[in-house]
């Protein structure tokens, strides 16, 4: 098969500042290999992004859930499996996500504003649990880590 134009994946990247303020941008997935898998499986995109400990979870926010002003409690890629959950962070940005949709939290950084308010708030939308795969990652490595540092 010919090599295909090289893909991107699209992604929400919550993260502190300096001042501790956190903000969410869209950033890009872009180190893609043409590679095969082994055997005899044909040749994909594959983006080698981590390598080391980590953790994976299954997450079912039921309806109605609010996650009130918390920080990430590790740093991790979060993919909405189905429902809907929005994300608000410090800075005032509000980010609805539903399935098939990728975020990535990493504000660990954060401080208080003069609300109180830290790191982000997060809950569902609409009239049915929202299911979440999470990945964690070593918070020694990957706390805090910005826009652009995965690439």
């Not at 295909?4 to 997935?29: F, M």
């Not at 995109?45 to 918390?70: A, E, K, M, T």
Request: aromatic share 10%; proline share 7%; glycine share 12%.
């Amino acid at each position: 098969m010919i090599n295909p134009e090289t893909p991107t994946i699209s992604y929400w990247h919550l993260w502190a500042d300096n001042e501790g303020v956190t903000h969410q941008v869209r950033c890009k997935l872009t180190s893609f290999e043409w590679q095969g898998m082994g055997g005899k499986a044909a040749s994909q995109w594959n983006d080698h992004l981590l390598v080391g400990q980590n953790s994976l979870l299954f997450s079912i926010l039921p309806r109605g859930w609010n996650g009130d002003w918390h920080k990430n409690p590790k740093p991790q890629w979060i993919s909405v499996l189905s429902g809907r959950w929005f994300v608000d962070s410090t800075d005032g940005a509000h980010v609805e996500m539903g399935p098939g949709e990728v975020a990535f939290g990493g504000d660990q950084d954060a401080k208080p504003d003069a609300q109180g308010r830290v790191g982000h708030r997060s809950g569902t939308l609409g009239d049915e649990p929202c299911a979440l795969m999470i990945v964690q990652l070593d918070p020694e490595i990957w706390a805090g880590a910005r826009p652009g540092d995965f690439k």
